[in-house]
């Protein structure tokens, strides 16, 4: 019993550290944890926190955390950042626990279109706690395991490294972000696991349907956006659309590759996904649901994510900033009075 506990636990790890990144089904709510290049892309300061428990209906769902914070210095042209995720899975508290630095610098090509390359550098740590292991022995000694090789186990640090860029203008975004160019080794085994980098790209468009005469009359407009992902020898397409009559959202995303068949011969999907947003002038509230179409069925219960932005005024560090220095925003999902100014 306990060499067969132990080995599953092995098994376990390494599925673990093969695994992909977490992800967020509302990305442009977690802008940081997309791409770099997003860093300092408002006018403002901005703080995000992210939030999503994947297949509730299981022992033991996972649970992913995010929050950033980002502002942009007229003065450097620079957008600076900091953000930190936090990845719980399994009953033995295995955990990911990640903090970072992001840098963006903005370049105004032309009156239109503005280029946003940026870096991330990252310290992590993945582990798990032993003491919430239950191996064969342990039943024998009061819970407690004498196994030479439970020792073995502990906690990995590591660094982390990505980049990424992103082209916007008014009403168009794309861009792409490379993470963990440094293939971090994620082995709590006293191993070599390597965490594949991993490649997306994204972009969207915004689509005015009216914007009305007056300014108390509500603008409505569509966003649609897609995003492609690929970690090792996964990959994934998710894209959809947004309908907005603000301050109020709603959006509908199909997230799988219906052109590919996977192993047993059927098309290859994820999930549906539904969102329901309020964009207020300062606070964006979201939060989405995925109905489960692969074989999990609805039994996996899906998954839970949540979203909440807020914005706030920044000044610059000295009152003489040239004009020629304040860059247009990306693309917003509400209309906000003198946003483009």
Known sequence: MKKILFILVSIAMVITAQAQDPQFSQYYMAP??????????TPQQRLAINHRI???????????YSASYDIFVDELRSGFGILATTDKMGSAGWRTTTVGLNYSYKVRLNDKIVFSPGLYFGYGINGLDRSKLSLGDGLEFDGISLDPDLQKLGNQQYFDFGS??????????????????????????????RLPMKTTIHG???????????????????????????????????????????????????????????Y????????????????????TIGYSYDFSISELSTSSGGAHEIAIVYEFV???????????????PCPTFNTKKSFWN
Not at 173 to 188: V, Y
Not at 218 to 245: E, K, M, W
């Open 32 to 41: 940081l944890y997309l791409n770099p290049g997003f860093t300092g892309i």
């Open 54 to 64: 994947q297949w509730p209906n299981l022992p033991q769902a996972f649970a992913t």
């Open 164 to 193: 990424g860029f992103l082209f916007y203008s008014r009403s168009l975004w794309l861009g792409a972000a490379f993470a963990h160019m440094n293939a971090p080794n994620l082995s709590i085994l006293n191993d070599v696991s």
């Open 204 to 262: 969207g468009a915004r689509l005015t349907l009216t914007s009305g005469p007056r300014e108390q009359d509500r603008a409505s407009y569509l966003t649609p956006s897609f995003i492609f992902r690929r970690q090792g020898p996964v990959s994934q397409l998710d894209f959809g659309l947004n309908y907005h009559i603000d301050p109020i959202s709603i959006g509908v995303w199909y997230r799988g590759k219906p052109f590919e068949t996977n």
């Open 264 to 283: 047993i011969g059927t098309v290859n999907q994820d999930a549906l996904i539904l969102t329901l947003g309020m964009y207020l002038k300062t606070l």
């Open 314 to 328: 920044a000044k610059p560090l000295h009152k003489g900033v040239k004009k020629r220095n304040r860059l247009i």
